[in-house]
């Protein structure tokens, strides 16, 4: 599976949206983006992925360049709540390969 | 979304003992279920990937016969760790994938071998 690279940090100020960058430069034709986060000491919650075209959900925004390269997920009117762990993951076979992912902080 | 559930969330046992860990799908059947294990301020790593009615196909570095893993039917799978040690302390997580391919966690169980 190809690997990700997000920035390891984020803030953002409540009711802003958030935009969480990644990078999959070796995602192959095959391979879906994922979206992962993870608050504190709770197993992942599934917020969205995609293959080719832009997807839109009840909680998110996924933004997937023409190229496949890089994503983004984007958080409307981020809340205290969404403060958690995010993690970008590409897969195409079964198994997810969790990296380390971006702490989103979400500041009042 | 798909609802997975862990059972126990937590638990305490002993050096030597065995601890088993349910993994349930509560309203979709999951033919293939995926064990996770987490340490402090890390990411979750993949243990194995449990296939109903067939062995679990484990990741480098697992032992198989430490981490016993058991699915026989499509809304349930077992971890069970075997004589457990201080450094199996650990979060275990569970997923169930939904056909085609989402996969849904749950919560987790924390376990404390002292």
């Known amino acids: 599976d190809a690997k990700t690279t997000q920035p390891p940090s984020m803030d953002c100020a409540e009711g802003r949206a958030a935009n969480l960058p990644c990078n999959h430069s070796?995602?192959?034709?095959?391979?879906?983006v994922y979206w992962y986060r993870q608050i504190h000491s709770q197993g992942p919650q599934y917020i969205i992925h995609g293959l080719k075209n832009n997807e839109t959900n009840e909680m998110a925004s996924l933004i997937i360049t023409e190229d496949r390269k890089s994503s983004t997920l984007i958080l409307p009117h981020a809340t205290l709540r969404d403060t958690a762990v995010y993690y970008c993951?590409?897969?195409?076979?079964?198994?997810?390969?969790f990296g380390q992912g971006t702490r989103l902080t979400i500041n009042p | 979304g798909a609802v997975v559930s862990q059972h126990p969330s937590r638990v305490i046992c002993k050096s030597g003992t065995s601890v088993k860990i349910e993994c349930r799908s509560l309203d979709f059947q999951a033919t293939t279920m995926f064990w996770y294990r987490q340490f402090p301020k890390k990411s979750l790593m993949l243990m194995a990937t449990s296939n109903e009615g067939s062995k679990a196909t484990y990741e480098q570095g697992v032992e198989k016969d430490k981490f016993l893993i058991n699915h026989a039917s499509l809304t349930l799978s077992t971890l069970t760790v075997t004589s457990a040690h201080p450094e199996d302390s650990s979060f275990y997580i569970c997923?169930?994938?939904?056909?085609?391919?989402?996969?849904?966690f749950g919560p987790g169980t924390r376990l404390l071998v002292l």
């Open positions: 997923s169930g994938r939904v056909f085609p391919e989402t996969q849904y």
């Open positions: 993951i590409v897969s195409g076979a079964q198994k997810l390969v």
């Open positions: 070796t995602i192959s034709g095959n391979e879906y």
